[in-house]
């Protein structure tokens, strides 16, 4: 009898976690799109643009790297500052620090300027946003909708209990979007370690800020994401009451930003050569052809088509390499599969060259498991491997030199990769079975032989200098090579990490994971 009632405890508890997860009903969602270039046209920006977009024709794209972080910071808060009509933002990751803070105010102020804001998050990570957002929300020019949310509010992992197939599939979209003139994509999502204003871990990172006819591209996304089976509004699923005041985020954001941190951070912004271009209107974009490449929303719900999927689009536009590949990318987990296509390459005369983080440096050991198992392969077949140091997370913003990923970080989160040194993706996608099958992701591929050559240049010249090169005795055992100013460092296991840290990733290396990675 006891029995019984225990297995009848399981049902009623299943059925009552399986009845929390139920999706609101999307009937009588606004439907809201971009604005078209005729209605922004009056705006600062596109009136700031016209000359140049004149100048280069309506098919061309101009784009400007956003190598270091507070750059990024500050052009995110320029957009936002300076927007007069709209402001579209998607996000993985928004965090409650001093950044993250800081660019919530923004919105607000900007939607107490008039301007329509819409602001899209992956719902994975908005447990402790969630008064922020409401707040938000309550302004009657600010919507905000949560992708592919969790029902079951707390602890969200009950969540996947019951609903694991959709809610292991995930928003990693980045996008900013000012005035459908302005855009900015790339690997960054919005915290204190992605715009350098910590001393706690900082991540090398890239984005590229956008204008012409590219941003146009990028607002149809967003709106596809917008209207999309997986965007739901905020009000849907968060209870109400759990809010802040409107009053109460601006007076924490004027709390944050008069603290000695945020006072130091925003003087070195003032010092910053892109605001001064930015308020000068003397940026120099580099015009040419750049096409988005972006998952059908649907992928969210695992109803995609294959020829929809990013992965699939980087196949038509770009073809097989004939000279060179050159990959960036924090998580790298090559499958199987991966390392014939690489071995494939590398047998034809490509030269296949690739950069990840090292042990010390990830961020998440799973990650790095799924890579080191493929590691020797890799190597075998040809690919020169690079990983990255985890370099001092002191901060230092005077008298920077600049690199092609930035002047500090002490774990890689960039996302880009160049082709023959003429075709060069930036984005988020990660070149991992997550990237490839679970979650959404974005991109820009650019036919820029001069941001080629940059990749190219950073692989012998900056790279060497921050990363150890992974190689291979004659008999088969992996070293690693650090370059030091004194000479060559060679290390026969995971270098700078714990004896724990590598048994768990060697461990974890094990588990039949990978397609989850």
Known sequence: MTSKLIKLGFIALSLLVTGCQSLPNLYGRTQTLAYSKEEVADTYFAKALTALEQEHGTEKSGIYPL?????????RMLLAKYAQRSLDVQYYIWRQDMTGTMLFEALHEAAERGVRVRLLLDDNNTSAAEPILLALNSHENI?????????????????????????????????????????????????DEYFGATDDVLFADLDILSVGAAVQEVSTDFDKYWHSASSYPLERVVPNGRGISLQELRARSQSIAGSPGAQQYVESLRESEL???????????????????????????????????????????????????????????????????????VRKGVEVKVLTNSLAATDVAAVHAGYAKRRKALLKAGVVLYEMQRHPTQVKRMKRKKRFLGSSGSSLHAKTFSVDRKHVFV??????????NLNTELGFVIDSPRLAQRINQAFYDEIPAHAYEVKLTETGRIYWIEQRDAGVQTYTSEPNSSVWRRVSTRLLSWLPIEGLL
């Open 275 to 345: 605001i001064r271009q930015l308020e000068q209107r003397s940026i120099d974009f580099e015009w040419l052809q750049v096409r988005m490449v972006s998952d059908d929303p649907r992928k969210g719900l695992g109803n995609a088509q294959k020829e929809s999927l990013l992965i699939q689009q980087f196949q038509d536009i770009i073809g097989d390499p004939d000279v060179d590949v050159e990959l960036i990318s924090p998580y790298f987990v090559p499958t199987e599969a991966g390392v014939e296509a690489f071995a494939w390459l």
């Open 143 to 191: 919507e905000v909708r949560l992708f592919n949310p969790f029902m079951v509010r707390a602890p969200r992992w009950w969540g996947f209990l019951t609903d694991f197939s959709r809610l292991n599939r995930r928003m990693h979209n980045k996008s900013f979007i000012a005035d459908n003139s302005f855009s900015i994509i790339g690997g960054r999502n919005i915290g």
């Open 427 to 436: 984005g988020s996608f990660n070149f991992d079975p997550r990237s490839a």
């Open 67 to 75: 190598v270091e972080a507070d750059e990024a910071f500050a052009a």
